[in-house]
C-alpha cells in the first residue's frame, strides 16, 4: 500500500520528492502543475511537512475506501455465487427426483 511507504519517509527532502513526483503525476493542467512546484521551493520545512502530513492523509482514506469497496464487492460477488450455486443444488435435487420417481 502507498500509504506504507509515505510513512517511511523521514528525511524533508524524500518527503519534498515524494510530494513533486505526485504532483507531475496528477492529471491537472500543467500552469498548475508549474504553480505547485515552485510553491514546494518556497516551503519551509515545516510547512512542507504539514502538507506532507496532509498528502499523506488523503492518501490513507482513499486507501481504505478503496479496501472497503473490495470488501463489499468481494462479498457481493460470493454471495451471488452462493445463490448461483443454491440454484443449480436445486435443480440437480429436481432433477435426481424427477429420474427416481420415473424409475
Known amino acids: 500500500m502507498l500509504i506504507n511507504f ?4 523521514s ?10 513526483t ?24 515545516k510547512w512542507l511537512d504539514n502538507l506532507y502530513k496532509s498528502v499523506s492523509a488523503f492518501v490513507e482514506e482513499v486507501e481504505m475506501m ?7 464487492n468481494n462479498f457481493s460477488s460470493i454471495s451471488w455465487i452462493r445463490k448461483k450455486e ?3 443444488k436445486q435443480k440437480d435435487i429436481n432433477s ?3 429420474l427416481l420417481s420415473n424409475i
Open 11 to 20: 528525511d524533508l527532502s524524500k518527503k519534498k520528492k515524494v510530494l513533486l
Open 66 to 72: 478503496d479496501i472497503k469497496n473490495i470488501a463489499k
Open 96 to 98: 435426481f427426483s424427477f
Open 22 to 45: 505526485m504532483i507531475k503525476n496528477i492529471k491537472i493542467s500543467e500552469d498548475q502543475k508549474e504553480l505547485y512546484i515552485k510553491t514546494l521551493d518556497i516551503l519551509d520545512e
Open 6 to 9: 509515505l510513512r517511511k519517509q
Open 86 to 88: 443454491a440454484i443449480e
